[in-house]
């Protein structure tokens, strides 16, 4: 049997056929066209996974399910996207538009708890028990996987470990709040440090790295100026991983995973990244435990929402 | 069939022969003596329920099986009490020990997990799914029920609510940290505020509350005080539902509960607590989001923790 996942995102629609171990072996993309109704862009996405199954010469029959990762709040029990903003989604039938076009069992959860699934299943996590994936992106994306499941809590829009609090009073949030772990540990917060500091001097590598230009800053220069042994980027840096460890070790005395997964633009640093944090969190947990959970970087990249997808039925069978 | 309960504290140790639904039929407690050996403790507590099932004329095959609630971390899969301070064990083999004496399944988990479950099954959160019961007491405990099971981590140690830093670089914790939700979300924190408001503000009912002696303060007064219309106290107690505030939305924002229950002393001031907490919530979840997380008083007190340790044969069986 094989498993088809869907990424539904607000600009491209990507869709693969999954292997029960979570090998993907045929993928394409079509453009989402998000003004639309959600009774054609669901047309698409399904002419879509009909087209991979024809070209993979596969029938229905050899289809255990779809599953879909989608933006916003998902009602997976039945089916329902209950709310995607840049959808402008609110209550769609999902399973049932789908199964107007292929007769199989059709799941749902949010894009991030997919790609945590993904990691989970046959990613970075694969060897591990309960694990959280955290993306830093443009925000903080999370998604806590435990005992094989995932975190959504009783409304369906739980996991929300970038919108936890860890400066009250501190800046304010796209949600609102003041001080949430988003506006700190994210590539945008990153980014918008660097530029502060190449702003107020001048002589950094980080405006050199820039040719001059601030807004031609990225998460990756910070980096490269610190590695080139630049004070100030080196204290952007270490500034940045303070922010990250103290979210870091609150997931870490709340869940004690066996395993945090780091995916985004950051997780490209590597080592270079997960030396620091660790170092960092292990000064911060308990007396003298010693660190057991284990950080690595995500594995699969913007395939780990396919793939989490299309394991959904694993889940909610 | 039968459970017994049993609640293993630094000063007492109370057991209870337990009902399926959940309900204490008898109860009684016997000094630790901590001070001694591991193996003379657990034939107290075996010798405990003997007498318990004696007085209510079961026998062993009346018994169900027995739950130990512990301070510490306990590995409840293998019933050994890792690590417990304030008993000074360590791998201490429960399980073992108590079959010494009675031949029915022995089952192990924290003591504030234990609480949590007690309330989710008959206190509290019974008629509720998920549920996270935070204690505000000496410090801040907490436990998280998700879909029936307790959160504990693959370590045993998870689900310290009370240890997820609210304020970075904020008041030092005992656990080591800087600005953890217990430092000023606990009775002992309010106490501390209300003692330095009181010392400040000679004028304040707070003062007089305590016949001018800031050694009686406790977390009754500042809400007596308030609403009794100081204003002074009307401050300390607006600041410390701010604080308590952070730290459940963040935990709405991660485990989106169908219910929280407050237990601890400070949840004795019932909807004088509830009333402003809900206003303070509601006022930092997403949006235009109405709360749909239920704020909850404890129900079952101090045997939370023993109905809850007879009934951990529910969930790791």
Known sequence: MYYIGIDLGGTNIAAAIVTEEGKIIRKDSIPTLREREYSEILKDMANLCLRLMEEEGLETK???????????????????LLYANNLKFKN?????????????PVYLDNDANCAALGESVSGAARHYGDSVTVTLGTGVGGGIIVDGKIITGSFHGGG????????????RCNCGRLGCWEVYASATALIRDARVAAAKNPKSLLLTLVDGDIQK??????????????E????????YIRYLAVGMVNIINIFQPEAIVIGGGVSAQGENLLVPLREEIQRQIYGEDQLQTKLVTAELGNDAGIIGAAMLSKIYK
């Open 92 to 104: 769609v039938p999902m399973r049932t538009e789908m199964q107007k076009y292929i007769s199989v």
């Open 217 to 230: 800053m990225n998460a990756k220069i910070p980096f490269d100026a610190a590695a080139q042994g630049d």
């Open 62 to 80: 050899d289809i255990h399910s779809i599953g879909i990762g989608s933006p916003g709040t998902a009602d997976p029990q039945n089916g329902i």
């Open 232 to 239: 100030i980027a080196q204290e952007v840096v270490a500034q």
């Open 160 to 171: 929300e470990l970038g919108h936890h609090v860890i400066k009250m009073d501190g800046d």
